[in-house]
């Protein structure tokens, strides 16, 4: 789902940021672009001192100087000023360099807003501001959109229930894995519903899953316009997850999640994907489409990625 948001002032820019990204953002880079072939938006951490500055610079201006972006606004949510002032500098000397324009940098900061670097018409104690019942926010909802509080709020999104996953665990006991043709029957009665109910049925199908050929049936055929109801059924699959078992199911969410437009989940799910398989191919192609910003309207039913077999830091949301 997209929109459109037109922004005249910082106060509208700062309203935009968490209705793209999905979430508040905290000690993040947020980058803005325009004039892109294809729109995108980008958030990454902050720097953690000087010496890695230039590496979240390489991390943003990657994508936009392959997307041909013309111009960008940053914003930094950062309590820190001088690393802040630093990042702001290499950013309009890189991306001068390569020809796209810096319109805005600021940093935003316990309620107020600052110029990135100092100038005489930004007051240097900030300027006061408050989003929350901003337009942009309206629209948001009205298009049925979610903003959530924070990035941790959307990871809760995947994180395992302890409940559910006990009862995932015992189902394994006696679980025998699904063939290709119960995996496929599976999903698609599980899109029908909603959710996976039947915690056997989660056992078969996650010791099935191990296995690439079949892992990859389980999203064989995926169209863009099914992905939101593939997102809600793999997020209540990974939910039910025990750790061990959390690698595909978590790579299938984080394809589904990029599908839809949904950059922060599908971050969300690469961290529980790596953290239980850090080599999962599906996971590592999903997360090179993230980082390259490509666009979900990108997908056709005939490009789907194979990756069965041996295969091979946050940066972008992508728009669309």
């Keep these: ?13 700062l309203a935009a940021v968490p209705v793209v990204l999905g979430f508040a953002p905290e000690e993040s880079l947020v980058m803005l672009t325009f004039g892109a072939r294809e729109q995108f938006h980008a958030r990454i951490d902050l720097p953690p001192d000087r010496e890695h500055v230039d ?9 936009a100087v392959v997307h041909g972006v013309g111009a960008v606004v940053f914003v930094q949510y950062a309590a820190e000023e001088m690393l802040s002032r630093q990042l702001a500098q290499r950013l309009a000397v890189r991306f001068g360099d390569a020809g796209i324009r810096v319109i805005e940098s600021l940093r935003v900061h316990g ?6 670097i100092p100038r ?8 006061a501001y408050d989003v929350d019942d901003h337009a942009f926010r309206a629209s948001a909802v009205y298009d049925g959109r979610v903003t959530l509080p924070s990035r941790a709020d959307v990871a809760a999104r995947v994180r395992a229930d302890p409940r559910l996953v006990a009862e995932t665990e015992r189902a394994l006991d006696d679980a ?3 063939n290709l043709a119960g995996v496929v029957g599976l999903v698609s009665r599980c899109l029908t519903r909603g959710r996976i109910a039947d915690p056997d049925d989660l056992a078969s199908l996650l010791l099935a899953l191990r296995d690439p ?6 999203w064989s055929g995926l169209r863009r316009e099914d992905a939101a109801a593939h997102v809600t059924v793999w997020a209540d699959i990974v939910r039910r997850c025990p750790d061990r078992l959390v690698g ?5 969410l984080a394809l589904v999640a990029w599908l839809s437009g949904d950059g922060a989940l599908s971050w969300c799910a690469l961290d529980r994907c790596f953290a239980a398989d850090e080599t999962n191919p599906l996971g590592r192609l999903v997360a090179q489409a993230l980082t390259e910003a490509v666009p979900p309207s990108r997908w056709t039913d005939s490009a789907a990625p194979t990756t069965s077999g041996e295969g091979g830091g946050e940066v972008v949301a992508s728009g669309g």
Excluded: N, Y
């Design 176 to 178: 025998v894995p699904l």
């Design 213 to 218: 050929v079949v892992r990859d049936q389980a």
């Design 55 to 63: 590496d979240c610079v390489d991390a943003v201006l990657r994508p």
């Design 1 to 13: 789902m997209s929109m459109t948001l037109k922004a005249t002032s910082r106060e509208d820019l």
């Design 111 to 116: 309620g107020r807003w600052f110029a990135a």
């Design 120 to 127: 005489a018409d930004v007051p240097r104690h900030g300027v």
């Design 248 to 252: 595909p199911p978590a790579a299938i």
